[in-house]
């Protein structure tokens, strides 16, 4: 398959170094995204019609808060609290029901996460197909430890991407995973018997860092903002 930017990523985080590889690229992604919309975004119309049409969800509100450009974060709130209160009109008992689902379905979107999700549909159908393309790759996939749960389901569900290798891809994936869960389930226990006051001490490293790994096991990793350069 032809490579780009965006495989060049992929080939530098997949490796034996975190938790769940997809959730750096995640990471990764969601900071880029979230960085343009406090600076040249800001100013450029298209994009700034589409946060008056989507808003960001309150993760990303704030994520976006955390950073350098609170006028930025304002200008986009003040365009955006207006296009919302256009929406705001009185009602009567009839019709509030139908009226509020109308506002509830405002605020189910976000263009952070809409951007977000159209890179990350793109990047686990990548993974798949590297796999499937490129014997090094398949190497280098054995590194990897293993995923959160979210990304796991959405390597499987990408796997006939994976052509001829796609029964290959699952297996891996598939030990990965459990070998990932059986360590994990080996820290938590020894965390947990560090607290029993017949332990006589701390718990190994690894032990120490069994909730953390945990949290993103489960839930995947927090969105950070790149540091600006």
């Excluded at 880029?32 to 309150?58: H, P, Q, T, W």
Aim: aromatic share 12%; net charge positive.
């Amino acid at each position: 398959m032809a490579y780009n930017i965006s495989t060049m990523h992929i080939w530098r985080l997949f490796n034996g170094d975190c938790v769940c590889p997809m959730c750096k690229l995640k990471t990764k992604t969601e900071g880029e995204i979230a960085e343009m919309y406090l600076s040249e975004a800001v100013m450029e119309d298209a994009e700034r019609a589409k946060v008056n049409k989507y808003g960001f969800c309150k993760d990303h509100f704030d994520l976006l808060y955390t950073g350098k450009n609170k006028l930025g974060v304002a200008l986009q709130t003040s365009t955006r609290l207006n296009t919302v209160n256009k929406l705001i009109k009185p009602t009567d008992p009839k019709s509030c029901a139908k009226y509020a689902k109308k506002l509830r379905e405002e605020f189910i979107d976000c263009i952070i996460c809409r951007t977000l999700e159209f890179n990350m549909k793109r990047y686990f159908e990548t993974v798949a197909r590297l796999y499937g393309d490129d014997e090094k790759f398949r190497r280098q996939f054995e590194t990897v430890k293993g995923f959160c749960y979210p990304d796991y389901i959405r390597l499987v569900e990408n796997a006939p991407k994976a052509g001829k290798y796609a029964k290959q891809f699952l297996e891996v994936l598939y030990s990965k995973q459990k070998s990932q869960a059986e360590t994990l389930s080996k820290d938590l226990n020894d965390f947990t018997m560090a607290f029993d006051y017949r332990s006589g001490g701390l718990p190994p490293k690894s032990a120490q860092l069994s909730l953390i790994k945990s949290r993103i096991i489960f839930y995947g990793e927090k969105p950070t903002i790149p540091e600006r350069k």
